[in-house]
């Protein structure tokens, strides 16, 4: 792909968060992502370990799939976004 098609690409499929982001960037970045992790099981997400513990580590922590998880989170931000 050309760097045109990558950015047009981007702007019709967003990525707000990926495996290395820690929790609490996630959640600076995007408030309504802890209800979204809250939904998907994971409830810890004012716990100390969200200040260091990326999403992947989370989810190995958890039994999650870090795929999904993502999947779920960019696919629940970007809905929010249009809600307001």
Same mark, same amino acid.
């Given at each position: %792909?050309?760097?045109?098609?990558? !950015?047009? !690409?981007?702007?019709?499929? +967003?990525?707000?968060? $990926?495996?290395?982001?820690?929790?609490?960037? *996630?959640? $600076? $970045?995007?408030?309504? @992502?802890?209800?979204?992790?809250?939904?998907? &099981? *994971? &409830?810890?997400?004012?716990? +100390?370990? @969200?200040?260091?513990?990326?999403?992947?580590? @989370?989810?190995?922590?958890?039994?999650?799939?870090?795929?999904?998880?993502?999947?779920?989170?960019?696919?629940?931000?970007?809905?929010? $976004?249009? %809600?307001?």
């Amino acid at each position: %792909m050309n760097h045109i098609s990558d !950015d047009i !690409d981007m702007c019709l499929n +967003p990525i707000y968060v $990926r495996e290395d982001m820690v929790i609490s960037q *996630l959640l $600076r $970045r995007h408030p309504e @992502a802890a209800e979204a992790l809250r939904n998907y &099981g *994971l &409830g810890c997400v004012s716990c +100390p370990s @969200a200040q260091r513990e990326t999403i992947k580590q @989370a989810c190995v922590v958890h039994g999650l799939d870090v795929d999904d998880l993502l999947e779920y989170l960019n696919e629940y931000i970007d809905e929010m $976004r249009y %809600m307001f």
